[in-house]
């Protein structure tokens, strides 16, 4: 049995999907988080997990000093306890590197560090949370502006569109993001056609392979469906842009970041073919939830294989073409438009979640994941489907009940 012990910041589905990762090569895994019950908690059974925050330096010290490796499965950890445990427990591996964890928490820092590497970005500028500073980018960068926070930002919390540059808008836009509480800075609007994401890992050797581009479709924010491969809209179109997509992953990953393990690259397609860099997350990523079933290894596998130094997996599709959608918690007034699940097994409180797991179970290609999340919220991740086919056609009709299923409850 491996000897090797990681311990993982964070015990949320990331982390859930690393720890069953590892657990099928016996490696043992300690997961820090405030939920005794959290959902990487309940994948590996072990004494040793630990009750607290992964931005509490005691609980990060006490974490290190019962592993080999750690890793992160959100980067809103408290990065200066992660430098003391390089200083304290010098035979402890972090990965991502606690510096790359430090550039990418603050999104104006990693742009401005991805910039200076040459990566491919949209304009972008630091600015004051002041009517003054904010007038200023609109008028430097135009209307919409997109206002982002520099730090603590998920799920498009911590983004703000500024339509207009009247007063009302502007103390709206500050309210917003956080009454001048938090770091903002400002991004050219992109009119992007598609958005693009490509999950790159590099080995502890250095090796750096990337998965096939996908296309990802937000909702208010947050991902809400994921096609792969990326594909063309039509035949005019460059047949080398998933390629492209994949190199301007690769490079940005090989130039800019250090530390072994799997990065998740955002990425805006432009009309004119141009791609440009939105946002890199040092760890898997929601949109690589379909390499579980898709690809020759997946996204966790692969994370737990480079940060232990292990033969990096294939990250080859497996299938001809896979959707992958996120199940939301919802609002409580689906409830009432409930319709196939009242007289079979009930997988979660929440009717919408309920729903779409029924489908998916009488869906071919289709494997539902839920996270063992107690509580559902409106918005709240509380799982995902997978489909695979052997076409991108055939996984667009066996996600259709799906779709319609969610439009119906929603609507
Ligand atoms: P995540 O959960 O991925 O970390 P986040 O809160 O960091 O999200 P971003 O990725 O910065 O937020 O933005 C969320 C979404 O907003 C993007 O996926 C994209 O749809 C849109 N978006 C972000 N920046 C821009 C921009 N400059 N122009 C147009 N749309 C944008
Ligand atoms: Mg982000
Ligand atoms: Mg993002």
Known sequence: MPSKVVGILGGGQLGRMLAASASLLNIKV????????????????????????????????????????????????????LETVQKSYPNVSIHPTPSTIRLIQDKYLQKEYLSKCGCPLGPFQAIEATPEGITYAAK??????????????????????????????????????????????????????????????????????????????????????????????????????????????????????????????????LENGEILINEIAPRPHNSGHYTIEACESSQYDNHIRAILGLPLGSTR??????????????????????????????????????ELTHIALRTPGASPHLYGKGQSRKGRKMGHVTIVGSSSAEVRERMSPLLTCLAELEG
Request: with cysteine; glycine share 6%.
């Open 30 to 81: 300690i997961v820090l988080d405030v939920g005794v019950d959290a959902p990487a908690k309940q994948i590996v059974a072990s004494p040793s997990h630990i009750d607290g925050s992964f931005r509490d330096k005691e609980k990060i010290l006490e974490l290190a000093s019962q592993v080999d490796v750690l890793t992160v499965e959100i980067e809103h950890v408290d990065v200066e306890a």
């Open 140 to 269: 430097e960068l135009g209307l919409p502006l997109m206002l982002k926070s520099r730090t603590m930002a998920y799920d498009g919390r911590g983004n703000h569109v500024l339509r207009s540059t009247d007063s009302q808008s502007i103390v709206t836009a500050i309210e917003s993001l956080g009454s001048g509480s938090r770091k903002l800075y400002a991004e050219k609007w992109v009119p992007f056609v598609k958005e693009l994401a490509v999950m790159v890992v590099r080995g502890l050797d250095g090796t750096v392979s990337s998965y096939p581009a996908v296309e990802t479709i937000h909702r208010d924010n947050i991902c809400h469906i994921v096609w792969a491969p990326f594909r063309l809209r039509n035949i005019d179109e460059d047949p080398t842009l998933p390629t492209k997509a994949e190199q301007v992953a690769k490079e940005a990953i090989k130039k800019a970041f250090e530390g072994a393990g799997v990065f998740g690259v955002e990425m805006f397609l």
């Open 317 to 354: 599709l497996k299938v001809g073409a896979a959707g992958m959608l996120n199940i939301l918690g919802s609002s409580n007034d689906v409830a009432s438009k409930s319709t196939t699940s009242s007289s079979s097994l009930t997988f979660s409180d929440d009717t919408l979640v309920n």
